[in-house]
């Protein structure tokens, strides 16, 4: 099998081709401690951000508000890095196991899903 050339920094078209996205270029990537199975926090991803992530082996997401990529942990120190990335059976939500130093929540939290569990049932 041959590999199509493609742009330095381009997300492999095979990849991209099967993709499901929102309607403005994103989908959404569950971050999980690779070896606990903790869900650690939700972000976003387009295609330079995927392309990123799978290259540089550290978490890049899209920040919706700033309208930015972010390396997470470049300024927090709260690094994750990427042990497996996986895309779900639509094709319309990443799973990205990474190995997270420090807090994952922008709350200094170990986890996004801290902030309290709702009640059932009512």
Not at 89 to 105: F, N, P, R, S
């Amino acid at each position: 099998m041959t590999s199509t050339p493609r742009e330095p920094g381009a997300l492999d078209p095979q990849i991209a081709a099967r993709l499901k996205r929102t309607p403005d270029g994103l989908l959404p990537a569950i971050a999980q401690q690779y070896d606990t199975g903790e869900v650690l926090m939700l972000g976003w991803m387009d295609d330079e951000a995927l392309h990123r992530t799978l290259t540089t082996g550290r978490c890049t997401y899209w920040s919706r508000s700033r309208r930015e990529y972010w390396v997470k942990g470049d300024t927090s120190g709260h690094v994750q890095h990427v042990k497996s990335v996986a895309l779900d059976c639509d094709a319309d939500t990443l799973l990205v196991k990474v190995d997270q130093v420090g807090a994952a929540c922008h709350t200094g939290d170990r986890t996004c899903f801290d902030a309290g569990t709702l009640p059932l049932g009512q």
